[in-house]
């Protein structure tokens, strides 16, 4: 292996150690800190200077051959981007990969993971920059796009490179066969056994979590062996473009071919996903998004394998509280947080119109829907916190959304625009919250992308169960939270995050959201609903990534 | 979990330890005696009467609805089995499996294991039986009916557990995540894991390898949670039966639906598993057989995770020799075994037109082609040894092909008849081997399944090289042999098994072939060429039949 790669290897094998504990044990651990403190000042100070100098300019990549100049982006927060990217020549980028990819395979594992280990490190140095690039393409705000948008990131990357690191050493290099043959000489092998990777990964990331979504597939098909294509939203390509530059630069420093990360950037009106997917050479495809294409994915990229985040019905289900307070404050958050536009964020909320006990007795629907209303409202009346949790919403179809919706139920909370101090063109809008019949499927049971949840008038509990049980068994959920105080109610929930393959966050209050995971420790989307084929991460995640290639020869008995 | 099942678990711990330590260090190991002789008399003796008390009579299974009768296989050994099958009634069956499901996901992983372990226990006792049902249905030799039907199946079967368990016991039951909060308390939440199968599992099995090509993905899915439809081939339908049977007999001991493995067998003329494999209940398919029905699956039943074992173009390249007589002897016992129906077994044999080196001088192109014609003659010379080698040809189909492509080249060794002593009708063919130029691509580049190959007349070796890499690419192989004295040409070979993904056996001589695999040591296939998209068994082959589902609350910090 390379000497450069090896030492990666060396100097980030105490980390690569800790999280193969990690990810075996499941507690908190990240060697990425989510505090902007524990950072340079001169890295945060001069973020955002740095980040107005990529301004108006091409942003340089290795590429094999160009065919073209695309760009476009504009902050959700108000202004153009101007930002330039090569396109590369698809033919010839294609052969420079499968080119390139022998030297990497051969490399082995240490190799590629001490690479990885490597781009995440410098990566994590960068976050400020990389949290400028989150905040002007997703509108995340920044302390989000500074945590989401780098360590939280970074530590989903991690985690898939140990996934994969875990993976690989399973497979001894080597292994002597000894069959004995009762009386006469045993049968002597001598084996070898290579990680072969499945050829080129195209990574397709989405406009809202640039970084976040996009990590996982991009080191655990690097880290297996896997050239990988970087094809960004549109909107959202400069934090990808980072990615990708840091990433060639230690590559090439190794003694890589940089290009076995490669940036694709298109536009909206020419869009490549499509020809790029059933791309023969291509074999692996990450792809969050929309279920439409993700569902065109799974069944026309049949010749590669296909891991998708999409979406569904996140639900909730209040059964019964201790306090209504903490509650409607704990869910004001989730429901205000990027202004609903995370793949977590609650649509349905399942209250029993009979209404809820309390251990301050019984609240009645109107009085359950009303303490969200009142905490979603009371939590962003401070114009400067509502617009630091909001964010800007991402895309105009978003905004419009909204509007599109107020009609769909009675208007319990009206989400209104916000005008940002710094930014006044943001386009910045807080929740709507309708209050709906439970046999209004037609208005619930649909994904509403944006801030936009309902409050679900049920016959009970138990029928609240059942709805969910249809709604996601058929739509998907990637987050399910729920509230009772009764033990049998709570192991119905349990059985209900089973049956339809959805994580459960029980009785969340204080500092933890349901539209929260930690890396590590809770798995992001199961895999096992419509809402996505796969999850973030686990040993599926990376386990058909790469395949084994043996060869075997006669040995001599020791 | 069931006291019963625990008990079984217990009973089979020591050897589920080692078939653990087998799959990680790939030495040879098996609890199950391959030796015939190792089995109780009275077991090995009584087989051919308790078989033929099977004949002429329906062989009754636990069914939830019977929805009517299905049969008729014949014997290639030349008589008709008369055994009927109830046919279940499809809905009814699906909602029976589905409500099965919960119990046996909440029993655990130990309970679902220890189920397993005695299940291929008590198969691995009834060997000589299953080999009787695999002889008579498969057309395979009783010898080798017995070790691949029996002992080698039974391997292949643990072998998945083995993964499924490894797989299972990386997720922790529970987990406590303590984040710290600087001066303040720390966050805290107790989280729980539970495996979830994806749900409905199918078997698709094959004619010729009814239990070695079906145990893998039964015991992978039932192991990880999955009920299994299990849905022979007409004409193979008894051994799956059988070990169905065995499978209910289990689950029913330990307190479990015996639903959860189900046969539903069917007719050529009326094949349900287009039907079953769109079913949206199945989450799950394993399938064994044509290349043409295996993409469609993979292309059309995309709401499942799809394993399929097709065929492809078995290649062996000659470069140079020490001594042509003993790697002749070794192809030729190779060409000869099951008269080339295994999905392992040569087709295409590159030998340079300008010849071989060998040590004892250089050997013409017609003497290395002489040689093998010769010493598959001489092996086949014995008329018992012969039928014993050769078995019988499972399906008429196949005995036709021999005849169409006699034309395909020069002929270097035609294909006979043989006549078997005890059955005389017995459907048994000596193998057809023929000459062709490199150019006759449409020859030897397509599959001919059964006793046909070809000795391919090639520039060079690196000519047979880059053909071997054209043909496998697009038309996938499960093995690959290869034949040099020079350890630079033995290097492309290694270069050449990676490009191409399929394994490599080296210079084979004595008594190890290129058609045959051993669990735990040797992956069959490796699901990176056209021939295979999963491998017999490794990580990815079981990573994918679940998914885990977390639930976290709050917790006390400690």
Redesign the interface.
């Known amino acids: 292996m390379s000497r450069h790669a090896q030492q990666l290897f060396d100097r980030h094998r105490e980390t690569l150690d800790q999280a193969v504990e990690a990810i075996?044990?499941?507690?908190?651990w990240s060697p990425f800190p989510e505090n902007i403190k524990k950072y340079p000042e001169e890295a945060v100070k001069g973020a955002s200077r740095r980040f107005e100098a990529l301004l108006g300019r091409p942003f340089p990549l290795k590429v094999p051959a160009v065919a073209g100049q695309v760009g476009g982006e504009a902050s959700p927060y108000g202004f153009e981007l101007g930002v330039t990217y090569d396109q590369p020549e698809q033919g010839a980028l294609i052969a420079a990969m499968q080119a390139a990819m022998?030297a990497w395979?051969d490399a082995g594992a240490e190799a590629r993971v001490g690479v990885c280990l490597e781009i995440l490190a410098r990566l994590n140095a960068m976050s400020p920059d990389i949290a400028q690039a989150v905040t002007h393409t997703s509108g995340q705000a920044p302390m989000m796009a500074f945590q989401a948008g780098g360590p939280h990131a970074q530590d989903r990357g991690l985690e898939a490179v140990t996934y994969a690191w875990q993976?690989m050493s399973?497979v001894?290099a080597t292994?002597?066969?000894?069959?004995?043959?009762g009386k006469h000489d045993p049968?002597v092998?001598d084996?070898?056994?290579?990680i072969?990777p499945?050829g080129i990964s195209l990574v397709v990331a989405c406009s809202t979590f640039p970084t976040w979504n996009t990590y996982p597939g991009l080191f655990a098909s690097l880290a297996t062996g896997n050239p990988v294509i970087l094809k960004p939203h549109p909107a959202a390509i400069l934090p990808v473009a980072m990615t990708a530059r840091v990433a060639q630069e230690v590559l090439e420093e190794a003694g890589f071919d940089p290009c076995l990360v490669s940036l694709v950037p298109d536009t909206a009106e020419a869009p490549v996903t499509k020809q790029l997917a059933l791309e023969p050479a291509v074999k692996l495809i990450d792809f969050t998004g929309s279920n439409a294409f993700g569902e065109w994915l799974?069944?026309n990229a049949?010749q590669a394998q296909v891991f998708t985040e999409k979406a569904g019905i996140n639900t909730v289900i209040i059964d019964s509280v201790e306090q209504i307070k903490p509650v409607a404050q704990n869910l004001a958050f989730s429901l205000s947080l990027y202004a609903g536009q995370m793949c977590t964020s609650p649509q349905a909320i399942y209250v029993p119109k009979e209404g809820i006990r309390t251990a301050e007795g019984r609240l009645s629907f109107d009085e359950v829907a009303g303490a969200l209303a009142r905490a979603v409202e009371t939590f962003l009346s401070d114009n400067d916190r509502a617009c630091a949790v909001l964010g800007a919403i991402q895309s105009p179809a978003t905004a419009a959304r909204i509007d599109a919706c107020r009609g769909l139920g009675e208007v319990l909370l009206d989400s209104e625009p916000r005008e940002h101090a710094q930014y006044p063109r943001a386009r910045i809008h807080t929740p709507l919250l309708l209050k709906v019949d439970a046999s209004r499927r037609d208005a619930f049971g649909e994904e509403r992308f944006g801030p936009i949840s309902f409050v679900i008038a049920t016959d009970s509990t138990a029928h609240s169960i059942r709805l969910a049980r249809e709604v996601i068994g058929e739509k998907g959920a990637i987050t399910l939270g729920a509230y009772t105080t009764d033990d049998a109610v709570a192991e119905q929930?349990?059985?209900l995050?089973?049956?339809v393959?959805?994580?459960?966050?029980?009785?969340?209050?204080?500092?933890?959201f349901v539209n929260q995971s930690?890396a590590f420790?809770?798995?992001h989307a199961?895999?096992?609903n419509p809402a996505a084929n796969a999850?973030l991460c686990?040993?599926?995640f990376v386990?058909?990534r790469f395949?084994?290639?043996?060869?075997?020869?006669?040995g001599q008995p020791d």
């Open positions: 075996t044990s499941r507690g908190f022998p395979r993976a399973r001894p292994a002597r066969w000894v069959k004995p043959q049968l092998l084996k070898r056994y290579h072969v499945r799974e069944q049949t929930f349990e059985e995050a089973m049956a393959a959805a994580p459960l966050s029980l009785n969340l209050d204080g500092g933890v930690a420790s809770d798995f199961t895999g096992g999850s686990d040993q599926g386990a058909r395949v084994v290639v043996q060869s075997r020869r006669h």
